[in-house]
Structures are given as C-alpha cells and as structure tokens.
C-alpha cells in the first residue's frame, strides 16, 4: 500500500517533469500520425492501415517517456528529463522500432477483425460468441504489452524472451492486469466522454489537453501498477529491503526444473519469477 501511495504521491510531485516527457512523445507521435493521415489522404485510402503506420516510427521515442516514468514512479529518482529521455531512445530505438510494427500489427488486425465480427453479429448471434473470444484475446494482447516496453528497457533481454515473458506474465500477474486494465479503461473512458460532451472552442480544447496529457497519465498508471509484479517475476531493478532468502528447498527445486527444461530460451518461469540458464 505504501508503494502505491508513494507512486500516486510522485506522480504531482513530479508532474512538470511527467508532463514534459509526455509531452515531447505526444508531439512526436502526433507529428508521425498526421504525416501518414496526410498521406493516406493524398492516395485516396484513408484508414487505419495507412494512418496506423505512424506509430511504428514514434513508437522509439515512447522508450524515453516509460524510462521517464520508470525512474520517477518506480525508482523514486530525480532526473534530467531531456538527458534521460532521449538516452533511453537511442539505445532502445531499434527494439522499439520493432515494438511499433508489432504493435500496429495488433491494433490493425484487431480493429478489422472486431469490426468484421461485429457486423456479422447483427445478423447471426453465433459471431457474437466469436466477437466476444476476439474482444478477450485483444485485451490480452494489450495486457502482453503493458509489460514490452519496461522489460525493454530494463532487462538484457532477447526479443523472443521479451515477448515471451510478458505473455506469461498475462497469466501470472492477474490481479494486477486487471487493475491495470480497469484503471487505463476508466482514464480512457473519461477522455472519450470528454470530447463527446464538449462542442466549439471546448471541443479543441480537450482535444489538445488529452492529447498532451493522456499518453503520459495511461502509461504513468500501467507502470506504476505492474512494477512490483514485473520485479517479483524477472527481476528487481530498484534496491529493496527485507529480500526474501530462497531455501535450501526451494534452490534445489529450481535448479532441477532449469536443468530438465529442453526449450531454447534464457530463462525459465518457476515459482511465479524467471531465472536464466547458465548455458555451457
């Protein structure tokens, strides 16, 4: 409980340093996504195929708002904002660029997919289960993601393993996903009430505050929820007191399931934590 107050105190105490880094991602991404939304204007096929385009090269630059966010939340650090964000990009920008066209993969398939489905179920109540399985496996792909980025950048990690574990991580943090994803709905939520109950010079106006503000505030709140669960299952990356001293037992287990373990991954997923091999 401390924790989180902690992180929910930080996040005003450190809101001109939050802002800015949410800032300059939001600019980025709002400059990415208006050149590819001009561009499918120009070839006539303006959808999300072409338009969606823009988050795979902004897609870098969210590394440097999560490491923003990571230091300040989770660390409790005082940072230079430019430094660190734009640090965190240059070393992260090729994982990230792949991040992006994973991404945009999801978001892609998932919009037509639940837009395909859901015409169907107007006629057929069958395509109604199958909507309802798709809508399931999209919040999990979106819940995989809440772990990519802060795994990225926190962990030497290989991409497959990244990706592996975060999807395991689906699974074996439920209570915190769903918090998470409960908490990221109703911020989205009040964003979307937001502009449909505003009009005129309001209507601008909102747009641009929740365009400054929620990339940061969404990110801010899946980060600081899932962290502890993350550190617990791969890895701690901030100091801590009290750490729990394995027993002779519990050693010896892990060791057999990592020596009987035959898949070609780093690491291996027991007790709820990753631990890796020491490959020969």
């Known amino acids: 409980m401390n924790k989180t107050q902690n992180s929910f105190i930080k996040f005003f105490t450190s809101f001109p340093k939050l ?4 800032l300059i991602f939001s600019a980025i991404f709002s400059a990415s996504i208006g050149v590819f939304a001009l561009l499918a204007k120009l070839v006539g096929f303006n959808n999300i195929i072409i338009i969606g385009l823009g988050i795979i090269p ?3 630059f969210y590394a440097g708002l999560v490491m923003i966010i990571r230091k300040i939340s989770i660390e409790k650090k005082d ?9 965190a990009v240059k070393e992260n920008f090729k994982a990230f660029l792949i991040h992006g066209v994973i991404l945009y993969a999801i978001v892609a398939c998932s919009f037509f997919a639940l837009l395909y ?3 169907l179920a107007q006629d057929d109540v069958v395509f109604g289960s199958v909507l ?3 809508v399931i496996f999209t919040l999990l792909m979106l819940v995989m993601m809440f772990y990519v980025p802060i795994m990225t950048i926190t962990y030497e990690l290989r991409l497959r393993d990244i990706y592996k574990n975060s999807f395991l991580l689906i699974f074996g943090k439920v209570l915190r996903n769903l918090i998470a994803l409960i908490l990221l709905g109703v911020v989205s939520a009040l964003a979307f009430l937001a502009l ?14 929740i365009v400054a503000i929620y990339p940061m505030l969404a990110s801010y709140i899946v980060n600081s ?3 502890k669960g993350l550190q617990d299952s791969v890895g701690s990356f901030v100091a801590v007191n009290n750490v729990h001293i394995p027993t002779e037992e519990e050693i010896a287990y892990e060791q057999a399931v990592v020596e009987n ?3 070609d991954s780093d690491y291996v997923f027991v007790n709820g934590k990753m631990i890796k091999k020491n490959k020969k």
């Open 19 to 22: 802002f800015l880094a949410g």
């Open 58 to 60: 902004a897609m870098p």
């Open 79 to 87: 940072i230079k904002v430019f430094n660190t964000f734009f640090k």
């Open 117 to 119: 489905y859901y015409t």
């Open 132 to 134: 309802m399985l798709y």
């Open 196 to 209: 449909i109950f505003s009009e005129g010079i309001v209507f601008y106006l909102a747009i641009a505050i």
């Open 225 to 227: 929820v899932i962290a």
């Open 261 to 263: 373990d035959t898949s």
